[in-house]
């Protein structure tokens, strides 16, 4: 049912021209490193938050979720689509010790895609997300997962990286990072 509800959203999505790619569990799915899915997460360039809001009332339920600390996103949406919760986040910024980390979602930031039934689905890259899962509590086994894949598999967008550390970052991260980037770059 979830990828049958991401091939359905990602029709509508590429109708519309919106700029989107998916992250979190489907995208660690789609390279192995994790069995089950727990739901869709769909990063959405801001510009096309307006078209992404009307697609979304017309496909699901919208739903409330408590506030938290963690983020300062500027446009977060949550939905029920098919029963699969959906999680659309545009600006998506994270606060933490040192300040904020803001995502960065550009054409740079969708590396590669997957099909389901002809349908063309934008993949978020596994380097910004092994950045924001380092900031996002309890997330460290993710954090070991991706590592530990780019390590074996290498990378083809060192760049990401490079330009992660430019942000506001904690030293900790920072340091990962740049060991991370230091050893890829052999």
Known sequence: MMFET???????????????AVGASILLNHYGLVDSPSDIDILI???HKEKVDNIFKSLGVGEEK??????LTKYFGEYK???????????????????????VF??????SSMELDGINIPLASLEDWYVAYQLIPNRDY?????????????????DLLKRAMKQELPDHVKDRISKLVDYLSK
């Open 66 to 71: 408590g506030k938290t600390t963690t983020y």
């Open 6 to 20: 991401l091939r359905y959203i990602g029709e509508k999505l590429n109708h519309e021209g919106v700029k989107w």
């Open 81 to 103: 689509v098919n029963n699969v919760d959906v999680d659309i986040m545009g600006g998506f910024i994270i606060n933490h010790e040192n300040g904020q980390y803001e995502y």
């Open 45 to 47: 360039d801001l510009e």
């Open 142 to 158: 993710k954090v070991e997962i991706i590592e530990n894949y780019l390590l074996k598999h290498g990378t083809k967008h060192i």
């Open 106 to 111: 550009d054409e740079n930031s969708i590396t």
